[in-house]
């Protein structure tokens, strides 16, 4: 008989037991269904027309300011972002990890080789091969085995594995947003330091004048040496404003740089495009609160990690039951090389077989309290995330609106204070008035050129935390990552 038709019949006497065990296949633990979250029928926070509805895309909301300096390190950021590339590896991570859990629905199969010399004792009777003599042994063959998924624990680490790649795809897309966002943050907080160092430097210009005009006066007898320490010292004041500025914007390039992922001098080459502070939007996309639920990455990861620990449940609870294994060997085994591959030298076995812990002091079932009580938190946490993300669009929209009605009022404070400055300076050359008077309207000036300056940035940063809260700079519908690293 050949070893081809011995094995094949005990595979075939195997069978009706596996197709028997497979018709009776159940998967324990709990479906998973995503959970209904009740969000507000609209935002507590109200702005204008051009603010409560709107069609445009969150997916590249930075072109809306209009700054090709901005669209260009965006992309850089992309490119070069150091967590941004830590990010996607977890996804790799994570895939790999679904491979191992698929693997376990298919046979293993081992096939290796052994050569070994060994001798009998002679104490141990009449063995074969005759007692004290040595021998060589040689052999070889394949080993294989199959675990039947019976109760479905083997799917649901299946099921677990491809909702914990879903969710680390999420944190990509969550990473993602955050960058984009401290980008254009960090971007419009340089803009607005340049603009208040101009605004510094405007102010210099006129302050100078004043202490030219003082020691003019001075010298023809028309004014005291006070106007001209006064004017002096005013002077110096705004000039140590200057230090102050730069640094600010040097530790704000400086940030940059390590979103962008590049040194500071390669940012300041970066940053010759254009000048000034971006013009916020004329609008935005706010829609729904319902909406933010399936816009946030964030809070979909949330969802697939609820949804990957919800089937580690089931493998817990598989736990309880049997487990059944097809295994096989087949080897070749004979005392010389020469005669190894030939039909007399095969071993072989082949069945099913089962192993069914039926006690073990209560430690299954503690184990699936613990997966069970870990879903629950992950559900609470998952309503957390909600509640948080609507509560970050809400923050937004009031200092959008407020700073809104704020730069308004900056506007007009400043034009009045720039024409109090120049009646004033008129009335002081024409001796109508101390120089105390001046001080005081220059120093008005300058605070409100400088507020509004400052102001001009807050709502600029306004609306990019705003786009931030809404999950912008990703599809709004969940997709796979491509090799490049982009959604």
């Known amino acids: 008989m050949s070893t081809r038709s011995s094995l094949s019949r005990s595979v075939f006497r195997a069978v009706p037991l596996s197709a028997l065990i497979f018709s009776s296949c159940m998967v324990v633990g709990t479906d998973y269904s995503s959970p209904d979250m009740i969000t507000p029928d609209s935002w507590h926070q109200s702005l204008s027309s051009d603010l409560a509805s709107g069609s445009s895309s969150l997916d590249s909301w930075w072109r809306k300011f209009n700054d090709p300096t901005l669209n260009r390190l965006i992309q850089t950021a992309r490119d070069s972002n150091r967590t941004l590339a830590v990010a996607y590896e977890r996804i790799n991570e994570a895939r790999a990890g679904l491979g191992v859990s698929r693997s376990q629905l298919f046979p293993t199969i081992d096939f290796g080789g052994a050569v070994s010399r060994g001798r009998t004792s002679q104490n141990l009777g009449s063995p074969s091969p005759p007692a004290g003599k040595t021998t060589d042994v040689y052999s070889t063959g394949l080993t294989a085995g199959w675990e039947i998924d019976v109760f479905g624990g083997v799917r649901r ?28 943050l960090s971007y419009i907080e340089i803009r607005t330091f340049e603009e208040r160092l101009a605004v510094a430097q405007r102010n210099l210009t006129a302050q100078q004048k004043s202490l030219d005009l003082t020691k003019a006066r001075l010298d023809a007898g028309l004014s005291p040496e006070l ?250 519908k969940p997709g796979p990552v491509d090799q490049n690293g982009k959604p």
Do not use: C, H
């Not at 997966?371 to 923050?395: F, G, N, W």
């Not at 704020?406 to 101390?434: C, H, M, P, Q, W």
């Open 227 to 476: 106007d001209v320490a006064q004017a002096e010292t005013n002077l110096s004041n705004t000039r140590a404003i200057l230090p102050q500025l730069r640094n600010g914007r040097s530790l704000a390039v400086n940030r940059l740089s390590i979103l962008l992922g590049k040194y500071s001098s390669a940012t300041e080459t970066l940053l010759k495009g254009s000048k000034g502070i971006p013009s916020a939007p004329n609008s935005s996309f706010v829609g729904i609160p319902a909406n933010l639920v399936r816009a946030r990455p964030d809070i979909r990861a949330a969802e697939r990690n609820l949804a990957a620990q919800n089937a580690l449940v089931g493998v817990a609870e598989a736990e309880l039951y049997p487990r059944f294994v097809l295994a096989g060997t087949f080897d070749l085994q004979s005392l010389a090389a020469s005669s190894l591959l030939e039909s007399n030298s095969r071993n072989y076995a082949f069945g099913p077989n089962f192993q069914w812990n039926i006690f073990n002091a209560g430690r299954v079932r503690s184990q699936i309290a613990i997966q069970e009580s870990r879903t629950k938190q992950l559900y609470m946490t998952y309503e957390q995330t909600v509640l948080a993300a609507v509560a970050q669009v809400e923050d937004s929209l009031s200092s959008v609106r407020n700073e809104r009605d704020r730069i308004a009022e900056l506007r007009n404070a400043t034009a009045s204070a720039t024409k109090a400055e120049e009646l004033v300076t008129t009335n002081y050359t024409e001796g109508l008035v101390d120089f105390q008077n001046v001080l005081d309207a220059q120093r008005t000036v300058f605070s409100t050129e400088d507020a509004l300056a400052a102001s001009r940035g807050t709502i600029a940063a306004g609306y990019v935390s705003l786009f931030k809260a809404l999950g912008g700079g990703t599809p709004m």
């Open 157 to 184: 680490s299946i099921e677990s594995a491809n909702a914990t790649v879903e969710g680390t795809e999420e944190l990509y897309r969550d990473t993602l947003v955050s960058l984009l966002a401290d980008v254009a």
